[in-house]
């Protein structure tokens, strides 16, 4: 198997960016001269703004961390957040979804969410709904949206619709689902609160942050579900939790400490960063890994730099989509894209020989890297490709159209 010449496999894990690469390289270094010392602790508060010419120089892939605070500040102005609200984070992005989950049903009796959201985050919220007496309603998109002539509007009316009919009170939305829809979750929030009361609103930004241009500005949720190793390009798994409206903070905030005191929510990291904000490290917190939070401060010192958090770039990824979309259709691919006011960097393709339709995932993934391409594969012949944030350069488009022809 030769190396891969186009990694297109976001679904996973983000390609590292070149600042994380260096930070995760620097920070294995300097854990290795300093372990557990209190140099070591300082640093991680303070940063590398006071260190000597000398060490700056030994560490120059460490220069972009100011300590936890300036990450949080930079986290916030990736999104849009306000400056004052709280960032979350978490080894295991489950655990932020459990307290989604515990936040809504708290607030909420009925809960609206949509089919296109990730399992997996479904299960959890079930599980919630069972455990506390609660109701979920879910609303199907997946036919509708294949549709080429169903508008925005259309579906806001129809997610309004069913929140009324179905007396929902709350709402998880997916921004961007794993298959590619992106959802105006903004728009179907305001058209909702026009008529009924959304008494809680959380969405799963996994896919959107840093992906497409959603922003936190407007106010629409109350927390919002993200992750520094898709989009982003941290690598490490970290799982983000942003506050979005200052009204919701107080019972946030309330119910985390609670459930951080009972253990009922224990994610090492979450509780790390916490004592390090407060200067309150006492020795008897977990083990936990804080490469990610190097990685994720040198993948958005990247990204701060970058037009692929502009409209400009979600309109590059949308262009490179319909491009592959026409090289995979002349090479024996049927692309699978929903209605165009929903399509986002995210290209779905389905094989159109009946051979290759019926190959494992794993197996028809193996195929794709034989040919220098890492990308996602699923049931059924059909792949996904997370696009890149610029126009495709002829070696890419190379190696992606030969990719395609080869396969099938």
Excluded at 104 to 118: E, I, S
Excluded at 159 to 188: K, M, N, W
Excluded at 240 to 254: A, C, D, K, P, Q
Aim: proline residues 3%.
């Amino acid at each position: 198997m030769q190396a891969t010449q186009l990694y297109l496999d976001t679904a996973r894990l983000g390609q590292m960016s070149p600042q994380a690469q260096l930070a995760h390289m620097d920070f294995t270094r300097l854990a290795g001269e300093e372990g557990g010392s209190l140099f070591y602790e300082r640093f991680l508060r303070e940063g590398t703004d006071e260190w000597s010419h000398s060490m700056r120089c030994a560490f120059p892939g460490l220069t972009c961390w100011r300590g936890l605070a300036a990450l949080k500040e930079d986290l916030r102005t990736l999104t849009g957040a306000e400056a004052d609200l709280p960032v979350l984070m978490v080894n295991r992005s489950s655990q932020l979804m459990s307290f989604a989950a515990r936040l809504l049903f708290q607030r909420c009796r009925n809960v609206l969410v949509t089919d296109l959201g990730w399992p997996p985050y479904r299960e959890i919220l079930e599980r919630e709904a069972l455990r506390s007496g609660r109701k979920v309603t879910s609303v199907a998109l997946t036919s509708l949206i294949s549709d080429p002539q169903l508008t925005a509007d259309a579906v806001i009316r129809f997610i309004r619709e069913a929140y009324q009919q179905s007396g929902c009170d709350g709402l998880f939305l997916t921004a961007v689902s794993h298959l590619g829809v992106q959802l105006p979750v903004e728009r179907i929030v305001r058209s909702i609160e026009t008529t009924r009361e959304v008494r809680f609103a959380a969405v799963d930004g996994a896919q959107d942050f840093c992906h497409t241009f959603g922003d936190l500005r407007t106010g629409a949720c109350d927390l919002y579900l993200a992750g520094s190793h898709k989009w982003l390009r941290g690598f490490h798994p970290m799982g983000l939790g942003f506050y979005g409206r200052r009204s919701s903070r107080g019972l946030i905030e309330t119910l985390l400490n609670h459930l951080i005191a009972t253990r009922e929510l224990d994610d090492p990291l979450l509780r790390f960063t916490a004592q390090l904000e407060t200067a309150a490290l006492d020795g008897e917190s977990e083990t936990v890994n804080l490469i990610p939070l190097f990685t994720c401060q040198g993948a958005v010192s990247d990204a701060l730099q970058k037009d692929s958090l502009t409209l400009g770039g979600l309109r590059a990824r949308k262009q490179n989509a319909m491009q592959a979309a026409e090289w995979a259709q002349a090479a024996g691919w049927h692309p699978l894209l929903p209605a165009a006011h929903f399509q986002s960097g995210i290209l779905l393709l389905q094989a159109e020989r009946k051979q290759l339709r019926e190959l494992t995932p794993q197996e028809l993934r193996h195929r794709f890297a034989l040919e220098g391409v890492a990308l996602t594969a699923y049931e059924a012949g059909v792949v996904r490709l997370s696009m890149l944030d610029s126009a495709w350069k002829v070696p890419e488009k190379d190696v992606l159209h030969n990719a395609l022809s080869s396969v099938a």
